[in-house]
């Protein structure tokens, strides 16, 4: 079985930071892109910032500039380093990974909350 456990959401003031991140365990062969999604409050879940596994990146417009998402291979975890947040950032966190155990599947966390206070 895959997990995938989140960590490091938060409350934190309007130009602060936070960093997310999400480690992956279970019976894995390899992990293919990462990334991360956010939830606000009566809004469809949209893509932040994803990761190949080669570390090619894509982003949010809405993030560009502010977010850097990472991954350690070793480690089986992606990260969000998220700078000069803003109100508009508030939401959940999701982080996804694309697994390979017999085939490829979807996979999801839990969900952390960010809340970034003006």
């Known amino acids: 079985q895959v997990q995938l456990v989140e960590s490091g959401g938060g409350l934190v003031q309007a130009g602060g930071s936070l960093r997310l991140s999400c480690a992956v365990s279970?019976?894995?062969?390899?992990?293919?892109?990462m990334a991360w999604y956010r939830q606000a409050p009566g809004k469809q879940r949209v893509l932040v910032a994803q990761i190949t596994r080669g570390g090619s990146t894509n982003y949010a417009d809405s993030v560009k500039g502010r977010f850097t998402i990472s991954r350690d291979n070793a480690k089986n975890t992606v990260y969000l380093q998220m700078n000069s947040l803003k109100p508009e950032d508030t939401a959940v966190y999701y982080c996804?990974?694309?697994?390979?155990?017999?085939?490829?599947?979807?996979?999801w966390g839990q969900g952390t909350q960010v809340t970034v206070n003006s």
């Open positions: 996804y990974a694309n697994v390979w155990v017999v085939t490829a599947n979807d996979y």
């Open positions: 279970g019976r894995i062969f390899s992990i293919n892109a």
